[in-house]
């Protein structure tokens, strides 16, 4: 693979002034967001902030109404399929096939994304591997548990060593134990190959832990950016990132962190529940 | 690296290498379809009770009355082929449900996050409504055979008729996946899928010839895909004079219309 083509601007994605719209509800209003290539960046905020909306139209699956976005120095509303092509993208939903088996689940996306057929097993061996699945990795997806199915994703993602991983809610779920085991994984393929890892969390402890970068979004624009660290001392000493976020928007980050009530939310519960009745 | 536009001599290259990822892709998804039938046992087998009930009860009563004119054929022999068709209908034209359902798991999305072309993802689910559709066939042809049914034993002929249940499947299943697309919600699917299985099995010449419709039913019947699917399945098995070249043109063209169609059709479902 040629070098980055991000390398000139130190970029992985540059977002200005984006204007995302649902009806006549604006999900994302005036978005600009730089994501510093090779770092793990962080959007933090409430349901509803706009996270998934600016993550749909990074990863090219929803257009750009409003604004300009370039993702590894390529313009998303042009070149949508060579952005693809150096992208991971994991969902929020736990999404994979249960009716395949784990290895199936991986090598179906090494084929999606064109990883060379004789370097196809090892690189399936390798990752589910990496992600501690090698044991169950010839049972069926259906008997996962939430954070085996956040893994396997995860090889799904990174079977193609992406130059950019997008990961929507990672570990939105998951128990403490699989949190760390998620938390890990990525920390650590993120060091070996050096991609830049952009994610969306409401979990503070999950912005710390990971980021290097956080983007603190409200309403749809952002309302404040930094290295955790930074955010915090510039309220003072023992100040929290729930405090960072109370300060900046006005408003809790995550009030009771499983609010449901409103609609889309709602939707997603739902899908959620539905997979996990497909996957048993 | 710029984007700049690509110079058109290399334009043929570009259409090469994109019927190429399409083939592949479409290859890389159909083998996924495959993998995921081999756990779907049951559903085979109940599809087989509907089209069953038609010949052995419908097809027997109706032999009996000799009230449509089939010509020198019995009844039940210029039946036979006409449900085949059917029970290839029935299970493509719910096919978009797949489509919504991988929607509602998150699996669409992440797929369409791929560098997969639209259409590769509707031409597999059609691939895997063709596999569906043969299904049936397993076991109705046996039973039609045990019924005095003179089915053809010639290889090629019945490999020509398990093409044009693929082909008429896919299509059934496309346009399935259309109405997914602009339905947008399993339950509209649903209702749509109701309203228009029926005619279309009525208006076609499943189980009378053309012939003996008014008019009106005559100009459906010649632009339902359907009957071009009934025609040349009853033309390979049991022999009937049918009008193959036509047949298959429509199929494969109806096919080729619908998975374009579905496929631009797609990416409203993951907004």
């Known amino acids: 693979m040629t070098g980055p083509a991000h390398a000139d601007t130190g970029a992985a994605v540059e977002v200005s002034g984006l204007v995302h719209r649902f009806g006549d509800a604006a999900a994302v209003d005036g978005l600009d967001l730089t994501v510093p290539a090779g770092e793990v960046v962080g959007l933090l905020g409430p349901n509803g902030a706009g996270k998934t909306t600016t993550l749909r139209v990074i990863t090219t699956l929803l257009p750009v109404q409003e604004g300009r976005v370039t993702v590894l120095g390529l313009d998303v509303a042009r070149s949508a399929t060579r952005i693809r092509r150096r992208l991971g993208y994991v969902p929020q939903q736990l999404s994979v096939e249960g009716a395949l088996t784990g290895r199936q689940n991986v090598t179906w996306f090494a084929r999606l994304y064109d990883v060379p057929r004789r370097e196809r097993d090892a690189r399936v061996d390798e990752l589910l591997a990496a992600m501690d699945l090698r044991d169950a990795a010839d049972r069926l997806a259906s008997g996962y548990s939430g954070g085996m199915i956040r893994r396997l994703e995860l090889a799904q993602a ?60 409200h309403r749809g624009r952002l309302a404040a950016v930094g290295s955790p660290a930074r955010l915090k001392a510039d309220l003072g000493v023992g ?42 | 690296m710029s984007v700049a536009v690509a110079p058109p001599r290399a334009s043929w290259a570009e259409a090469r290498g994109s019927v190429r990822t399409l083939a592949s892709r479409t290859g890389a998804l159909s083998l996924v379809e495959l993998q995921k039938l081999r756990h779907d046992h049951t559903e085979l087998l109940t599809r087989t009770v509907q089209p069953l009930l038609w010949l052995l009860v419908f097809g027997q009563v109706f032999g009996r009355l000799r009230a449509i ?16 068709a059917q029970s290839a209908l029935f299970v493509a034209i719910f096919f978009g449900i797949q489509i919504i359902w991988d929607r509602d798991a998150g699996i669409l999305t992440k797929v369409m996050a791929t560098p997969t072309p639209r259409q590769a993802i509707v031409a597999a689910k059609a691939f895997a409504a063709g596999v569906r559709g043969l299904s049936p066939v397993v076991v109705l042809i046996p039973v039609a055979l045990l019924l005095g049914v003179g089915v053809t034993a010639n290889p090629l002929k019945i490999l020509l008729a ?23 919600t399993r339950d509209r699917l649903m209702g749509f899928g109701q309203v228009i299985t029926m005619p279309l099995f009525f208006a076609s010449n499943a189980l009378y010839p053309i ?49 374009v169609v579905a496929g631009s059709l797609l990416g409203r479902l993951v907004r």
């Not at chain 2, 044009?164 to 697309?181: D, E, N, Q």
């Not at chain 2, 009957?227 to 193959?244: N, W």
Request: charged fraction near 20%; proline fraction near 5%.
């Open chain 2, 211 to 259: 012939d003996v419709m008014p008019t009106w039913l005559q100009v459906v019947s010649r632009v339902n895909p359907l009957s071009y699917l009934v025609d040349a399945l009853r033309g390979q098995l049991v022999g009937t004079p049918a009008h193959l070249t036509v047949d298959f043109a429509v199929l494969v063209g109806s096919t080729v219309v619908g998975i």
């Open chain 1, 239 to 280: 100040a929290t990132l729930e405090d960072v976020f109370r300060h900046h928007a006005g408003v809790d980050l995550a009030p009771g962190s499983n609010d449901t009530a409103e609609k889309k939310g709602l939707r997603d519960v739902r899908r959620s529940r539905a997979t996990a009745r497909k996957l048993g």
């Open chain 1, 158 to 217: 990174l079977v193609a060593r992406p130059d950019l991983l997008i990961l929507d809610e990672p570990t939105v779920g998951l128990d403490p134990i699989a949190r760390d085991g998620v938390w890990d994984r990525v920390r650590r393929m993120q060091q070996e190959h050096g991609m830049t890892v952009l994610l969306t969390t409401h979990y503070m402890e999950e912005a710390d832990e990971l980021c290097d970068t956080v983007a603190l979004m």
């Open chain 2, 69 to 84: 004119p089939t010509g020198n054929v019995p009844y039940l022999a210029y039946l036979t082929p006409g449900i085949l």
């Open chain 2, 162 to 184: 398990a093409v044009a249940i693929m082909l008429g499947s896919g299509f059934f299943a496309c346009l399935s996946m259309a109405i997914a697309g602009l339905a947008g």
